[in-house]
């Protein structure tokens, strides 16, 4: 018998527990023992619950129980949960995850604690919610060097712009729509100013690298400025936006990194990633790219990533070696300014009074001229840096820019 207690009965946490209740035995089968809840964490009263019993308020007793050898921290936030994993770590006990903002600030140091203490940290579910790409970029992938990873990697920003894209609503309107629906993190700023999916790309290219990635120098920009002008003018020209968290490793090792609303073609295949639904492509120099698909968030499809993780170490007693990134010597992430995209750039004037300036600036290029008071154009291959060095010497005012996947 498998005895694990679950710290954090909220959303995720319950999921956990109604899994393991649910599918007992074919989750007995395919751990070899079975797994037993013996305590779940929570500051909160549940003595109406049907199985109170199992409730405790103090996280000692749950650590210092020698027959608990796994613990689900379902809490979020770094504290206490960092605390909690530290402890239960150094003790020798496994924790399991979904909690991105923690794997992302301090995941380097708590795999190394639970290396050293012949434990595992394992975190399947802080990435894609219920779908599997933590293990497959670690596991199935092993053999490649990863090149590059796309993706839409938050739920409630996809949800939100595919309202947008799909029936019109604005940005606010659908933002509410996500929030009744149970989408939105508690702050809904962690997803919609790209915050959530920056923590994911995170922690996927420190997995493809081995290298910290510091989510706080990942250039991150969210959807709050997207309006049904930036959607129409996408619509026109074949595109559809969508939030992409990206990573590419440049010829020196060092990568490029970020969270921004990108314009995809219709026909890529991201663009038919609708509603919650995350999806990441990943390229890898031996399986060329491989797309990973599925509901991105949500308290069943979260649990079953990280009751997954909780067979997988049952299953795996005694080969817990897992060392999956370090914290790097030296800058890895590469300056914004030498990203390289396409750009779609709105501009505040008349496209008759602008456009002479415009193709003297940026040579022969498609413009769109949808408005009276403003129009927009496509530009070449340019670094960052140098589109912003052009956009100083314009005499007209430019609204915003959207980069082109
Ligand atoms: N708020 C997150 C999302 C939950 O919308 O994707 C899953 O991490």
């Keep these: 018998?498998?005895?694990?207690?679950?710290?954090?009965?909220?959303?995720?946490?319950?999921?956990?527990?109604?899994?393991?209740?649910?599918?007992?035995?074919?989750?007995?089968?395919?751990?070899?023992?079975?797994?037993?809840?013996?305590?779940?964490?929570?500051?909160r009263d549940f003595s109406s619950h049907e199985e109170s019993h199992l409730f405790v308020n103090n996280f000692d007793r749950m650590v210092a129980d020698d027959e608990i050898s796994?613990?689900?921290?379902?809490?979020?936030?770094?504290?206490?949960?960092?605390?909690?994993?530290?402890?239960?770590?150094?003790?020798?006990?496994?924790?399991?995850?979904?909690?991105?903002?923690?794997?992302a600030t301090y995941g380097d140091e708590l795999l190394k604690i639970a290396y050293d203490n012949g434990?595992?940290?394992?975190?399947?579910?802080?990435?894609?919610?219920?779908?599997?790409?933590?293990?497959?970029?670690?596991?199935?992938?092993a053999a490649n060097e990863i090149g590059g990873i796309t993706g839409i990697l938050n739920g409630t920003t996809n949800y939100i712009l595919t309202q947008m894209i799909k029936d019109g609503q604005s940005?606010?309107?659908?933002?509410k729509d996500a929030q009744d629906l149970g989408y939105a993190e508690r702050n809904p700023s962690a997803d919609v100013d790209g915050h959530d999916a920056c923590r994911k790309i995170c922690i996927l290219t420190s997995l493809a690298t081995g290298k910290k990635i510091e989510y706080k120098k990942v250039y991150t920009e969210g959807i709050t400025n997207i309006t049904l002008r930036n959607v129409e003018y996408a619509g026109k020209l074949g595109y559809v936006i969508k939030l992409i968290g990206m990573s590419r490793v440049c010829d020196s090792g060092k990568v490029n990194?970020?969270?921004?609303?990108?314009?995809i073609?219709?026909?890529h295949p991201l663009a038919s990633v609708e509603g919650v639904n995350n999806a990441i492509m990943v390229d890898g120099n031996a399986i060329g790219s491989a797309m990973f698909y599925g509901p991105g968030a949500g308290k069943?499809?979260?649990?079953?990533a990280v009751v997954a993780d909780v067979i997988d170490i049952a299953k795996n007693?005694?080969?817990?070696?897992r060392l999956l990134w370090v914290k790097a010597d030296g800058e890895v992430i590469i300056p914004q300014d030498e990203s390289q995209f396409k750009y779609f750039v709105r501009v505040g004037a008349p496209y008759a009074e602008a456009k002479a300036q415009i193709r003297e600036v940026f040579g022969e290029c498609t413009c769109i001229d949808l408005y009276e008071d403003e129009f927009g154009f496509v530009t070449n291959e340019i670094a960052e840096g140098d589109l912003k060095a052009k956009f100083a010497s314009l005499s007209y005012k430019v609204i915003d820019f959207t980069r082109i996947l």
């Design 70 to 103: 796994i613990i689900v921290e379902t809490m979020g936030g770094l504290d206490p949960a960092y605390e909690y994993t530290k402890r239960a770590l150094s003790c020798g006990k496994s924790v399991v995850t979904s909690n991105k903002e923690l794997v």
């Design 119 to 141: 434990c595992s940290y394992l975190f399947e579910a802080s990435v894609g919610g219920g779908i599997p790409i933590i293990r497959p970029l670690n596991q199935c992938l």
């Design 300 to 304: 069943l499809p979260t649990a079953s």
């Design 1 to 43: 018998m498998v005895k694990i207690g679950i710290i954090g009965f909220g959303v995720v946490g319950s999921g956990v527990y109604e899994v393991i209740r649910k599918n007992k035995e074919s989750i007995a089968r395919k751990s070899g023992d079975e797994i037993d809840i013996k305590y779940i964490l929570d500051i």
């Design 265 to 267: 073609l219709k026909e």
């Design 317 to 321: 007693r005694g080969s817990e070696n």
């Design 171 to 175: 940005f606010e309107e659908a933002l």
């Design 257 to 263: 990194v970020m969270v921004a609303p990108m314009m």
